[in-house]
């Protein structure tokens, strides 16, 4: 079955950078666009950005200029590259499989001084 797993959350400072991983199994990778959501408290789950199959990226406007996303398709992995780090960017991570509707467990990240 289709599996998606994140990790690399964790705690970090305001203006501090963390890199999560979105690992995938169970379908063709390579072939499949993949989307990063994210949730604060309280708040409602939010996109954050895309990666098609052909690599390309779009991001919201809030994340623009300060994360980065990327694929591996020889690891089967989706990465989220997160840099200048603010406390609203504080939340549950998530990565995502639109065309089958899949969403891994998340992983916490808090910006906090």
């Known amino acids: 079955q289709v599996q998606l797993v994140e990790s690399g959350g964790g705690l970090v400072q305001p203006g501090g950078s963390l890199r999560l991983s979105c690992r995938v199994s169970g379908i063709t990778f390579r072939a499949y666009n993949l989307n990063w959501y994210r949730q604060a408290p309280g708040k409602q789950r939010e996109w954050v950005g895309s990666?098609?199959?052909?690599?390309?990226?779009s991001y919201a406007s809030s994340v623009k200029g300060r994360f980065t996303i990327s694929r591996d398709n020889d690891q089967n992995t989706m990465s989220l590259q997160m840099n200048v780090l603010k406390p609203d960017d504080t939340g549950v991570y998530y990565c995502?499989?639109?065309?089958?509707?899949?969403w891994g467990q998340g992983t916490q990240v808090t910006v906090s001084s």
């Open positions: 995502n499989l639109p065309s089958r509707g899949n």
């Open positions: 990666i098609t199959s052909g690599s390309s990226i």
